[in-house]
């Protein structure tokens, strides 16, 4: 039977490439109708036909708080009262710098932020200034990590690369794509090995702080440390990508759960998602020195029209003032609700799985043992996903739509919410048995 849904993907496709904006909202792996969306509020998201949803996806990240949190939605219309976009600079762009330094802290290295719309510019600025500050072209990246769409960075990523099962994408020339060296996760002798094969002729090594693209790959305890380690006696410079981790799996990221603690730090942070609070707003952040080349100050160029924009950059800074320790314990807490309760309803259906899990982050894997790189994440009953995601959907859940993206809580989401996914939980269980 047809609804309303159905008639706007219909009509979607005959506007838009499949029908969608960003290959991962489309069903892809899964199959069915993606859910065309007109308003969220707290953890549900509400499709046009005016289904109910509990979210878990967030946006991919941003809705930290929650949807359509009142202080941040405030915080948007005062800003839009006062004007869109001016193209010049604002005293709130340098207030959101500031508190991205304060959250990190001195030991971060964190003295400079620029502010950018996407994590896919963040990135790919953060790649230009590595190779601008060190004069060589190669850069390293890890299978099954996902640093945005830019042509140096797709070569076996995740995120929806990994969900159309895509080596790479065409388009990108092969000179291009021959600077990428990718690499297993999780695997220092082939970092070792890459320096070796190459001396003197590698940039930069980008890091997701915490794989979360292939579903979640969690480092290994000491792997990051080694990497800046390794980096630095080889003369290059480690960017750690925390788009997707940063403001999310603690106040300072994933580097601040590891790196604070253990006493290293990269040389460039990239920060996306949270940092905008659902608007569009990405950063990197570094060293004076190190964000010193960057034009105007130094002869490595970038640029936007809209970046630092208003809005976005209100959102950002109520989303951060807001997302104070209580509301990471409780998106914390969230997180081990929804990750015990799905483990239960597959074992108690005798469903071989483990729970990749990096602070709030988890992902469902249809196999027995752990995953700690891109090769381990393809080995699975991949295919149990789809009717598990299905099931839960037709209960009112909605889940990421592929077994590669992790599932995103909220501190939004409250027993009522909890509870839904609960009783979801034994009839996607049950699914995923007979697929
Ligand atoms: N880096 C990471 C780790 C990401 O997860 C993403 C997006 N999921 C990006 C970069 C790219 O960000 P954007 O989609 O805003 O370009």
């Known amino acids: ?54 979210d878990l ?72 200034l590595a190779r601008g500050a060190t004069g060589r072209e190669l850069v390293v990246k890890f299978a099954g990590h996902y640093h945005g769409h830019s042509d140096g960075l797709l070569a076996e990523a995740g995120s929806g690369v990994a969900t159309q099962g895509l080596p790479g994408s065409a388009g990108v020339p092969a000179p291009i794509a021959a600077q990428t060296l990718v690499l297993p996760y999780n695997d220092l002798d082939a970092v070792r090995a890459a320096f070796a094969a190459h001396p003197g002729r590698i940039a930069a090594i980008i890091s997701e702080a915490a794989g979360a693209n292939a579903g979640v790959l969690r480092p ?105 320790a209580a509301v990471y314990a409780r998106v914390d807490a969230a997180a081990d609700a929804v990750a015990s309760a799905v483990s239960e309803a597959l074992a108690a259906q005798g469903v071989a799985h483990t729970i990749p899990r990096a602070g709030s982050l988890f992902s469902i894997a249809f196999r027995e043992h752990p995953v700690r790189d891109y090769d381990d994440a393809r080995a699975q009953e991949g295919w149990r996903y789809a009717p598990f995601f299905h099931a839960l959907l037709d209960a009112g859940v909605s889940a990421p739509p592929s077994v590669f993206e992790a599932w995103f809580l909220t501190a939004a989401h409250d027993d009522a919410a909890l509870d839904r996914i609960r009783e979801a939980l034994p009839a996607a269980a049950r699914a995923a048995a007979a697929a």
């Not at 039977?1 to 909202?25: K, T, Y």
């Not at 892809?28 to 109708?33: D, E, K, L, R, Y």
């Not at 253990?262 to 996306?272: K, Q, R």
């Open 1 to 54: 039977m047809s609804d309303a849904n159905d008639a706007a993907f219909a009509r979607a496709q005959e506007a838009l490439p499949g029908g969608v904006n960003s290959p991962v909202r489309a069903y892809g792996s899964v199959g069915g109708t993606p859910r065309f969306l007109v308003s969220a509020r707290g953890p549900y998201v509400t499709d046009v036909a005016g289904r109910e949803y509990v």
């Open 57 to 128: 996806v967030a946006s991919w990240g941003p809705a930290l708080l929650g949807h359509a949190h009142p202080e941040v939605v405030a915080a948007v219309q005062e800003a839009a009262a006062r004007g869109l976009s001016f193209g010049a600079s604002t005293p709130a762009e340098t207030e959101l710098a500031e508190l991205v330094r304060e959250r990190l802290g001195a030991s971060s290295g964190v003295e400079r932020v620029r502010l950018v719309s996407t994590g896919t510019e963040a990135t790919m600025t953060a790649i230009r």
């Open 220 to 324: 290994d305890p000491g792997f990051n440390a080694a990497l800046v380690a390794l980096a630095h006696e080889h003369g290059a410079l480690v960017i750690l990508d925390e788009v997707l981790t940063g403001f999310r799996v603690g106040p300072a990221g994933w580097w601040g759960l590891e790196g604070a603690a253990e006493g290293w730090a990269p040389d460039l942070f990239t920060f996306g998602k949270v940092i905008g609070g659902g608007m569009p707003l990405a950063a990197l952040g570094g060293s004076a020195a190190l964000l010193g080349l960057l034009a105007p100050l130094g002869p490595v160029y970038q640029a936007g029209t809209l970046s630092g924009n208003p809005l976005s950059v209100a959102a950002g800074l109520a989303t951060l003032r807001a997302a104070d």
